[in-house]
């Protein structure tokens, strides 16, 4: 079992920046792909980025050059840095990575930016 915790939602102003952390407990998710989503009220979850263990880091278009997506192996925690934020990017953002065949999400961290 993993569980996943998400933190460091907040409301900030456009063009500020948040980071989001992702603390996973349960599992060393070391060798694991781990993803960011996102969603709004009255719309489907969407994917914001994600980090594999190895291979290449991939951005939703939406956010690509404002947002980076890093990872503490160590600590087993996983980040997502936005700048630049953008009213469009109000979401509750959700971590999310797949282990042993499961699929596991955090409970969200609230992102809100007000224009």
């Known amino acids: 079992q993993v569980q996943l915790v998400e933190s460091g939602g907040e409301l900030v102003q456009a063009g500020d920046s948040l980071r989001l952390s992702c603390a996973a407990s349960?599992?060393?998710?070391?060798?694991?792909?781990v993803r960011w989503f996102r969603q709004t009220p009255g719309k489907e979850r969407e994917f914001v980025a994600s980090?594999?263990?190895?291979?290449?880091?991939v951005f939703a278009d939406s956010v690509k050059g404002r947002f980076t997506i890093s990872r503490d192996n160590a600590k087993n925690t996983f980040y997502l840095q936005m700048n630049s934020l953008k009213p469009e990017d109000t979401a509750v953002y959700y971590c999310?990575?797949?282990?042993?065949?499961?699929?596991?999400w955090g409970n969200g961290t609230l992102v809100t930016v007000s224009s």
């Open positions: 349960g599992r060393t998710l070391s060798r694991s792909t």
């Open positions: 980090i594999p263990w190895i291979g290449n880091i």
């Open positions: 999310n990575t797949n282990f042993g065949g499961m699929d596991y």
